[in-house]
């Protein structure tokens, strides 16, 4: 059983050592239990929670193979190996090791919390349990007793991973969210299209109402001749000296 995760608090790797105690309490034949991954011995949270889960593993007497700083290739080997993974963090955004995980043909128990959430399909590729040591033990307990439905279960998130987040898959939704864009930006470019034209007619309208106005109330009250015309001036403005409207 296999837990990859940095080394800290937020990635509730306790959870997963009181579930593999409860297990072996329980007399559930328990396979090898690894906990792995990123780890700064600069970084004092990274060192504080390592030997917190030492401590932790020590007070349970549990056997825990504890890896830290990991290169890829014994990452890819741990993820392809493992009975299950251990995923055990709270309100994950997104979680890169489910995926991982079950494209390496492992089942997956995870928090049912966060990104696991769309990931991870209930009792098919895998369990979304909720964050308690039992909940968490009893999904584990399921597949180390029942190597069948774990390979079943590890073929169901190779096929998933690969045809949901695979590369074509992405490329498939790439390619609609480009279409998406192109179509929205034409909407957009003729809604503004005809909105200049009726702004411009607007304006046209609105000038040339005014020009008569005015050239009808001045010629009332005498300030220009009937030979002069406001209007004429517009038209020229708005037409380039064609005197038709």
């Not at 780890?39 to 504080?48: G, L, Q, S, T, Y």
């Not at 074509?168 to 034209?197: P, T």
Request: aromatic share 6%; glycine share 8%.
């Amino acid at each position: 059983i296999v837990s990859l995760n940095r080394f800290e608090r937020k990635k509730n790797v306790a959870l997963l050592l009181r579930a593999a105690a409860l297990l072996r309490d329980r007399g559930v034949p328990l396979p090898p239990l690894v906990v792995a991954g990123g780890h700064d011995p600069r970084c004092a949270e990274n060192a504080a929670v390592l030997a917190s889960l030492r401590r932790l593993a020590a007070d349970l007497k549990l056997a825990v193979a504890f890896e830290p700083s990991v290169s890829d290739t014994r990452r890819n080997t741990l993820l392809s190996s493992a009975a299950a993974v251990g995923y055990t963090p709270r309100r994950e955004h997104f979680g890169i090791v489910p995926l991982e995980a079950m494209g390496a043909g492992t089942p997956v128990v995870a928090v049912r919390s966060g990104g696991p959430c769309e990931t991870v399909r209930d009792g098919e590729t895998g369990f979304l349990v909720d964050d308690t040591p039992e909940d968490f033990a009893d999904a584990l307990e399921k597949i180390v007793k029942d190597p069948d439905r774990a390979r079943e279960m590890g073929r169901e998130g190779r096929r998933h991973v690969r045809e949901a987040f695979g590369e074509e898959a992405f490329r498939k939704r790439w390619n609609e969210v480009l279409r998406g864009a192109a179509e929205e930006h034409k909407r957009a470019r003729r809604a503004w299209r005809f909105e200049r034209v009726w702004s411009w007619g607007c304006d046209v309208a609105v000038a040339v109402v005014a020009a008569l106005v005015v050239n009808h109330v001045l010629r009332l009250v005498g300030a220009i001749g009937h030979d002069s015309s406001v209007s004429r001036e517009v038209k020229k403005y708005f037409f380039a000296g064609n005197d038709e409207l």
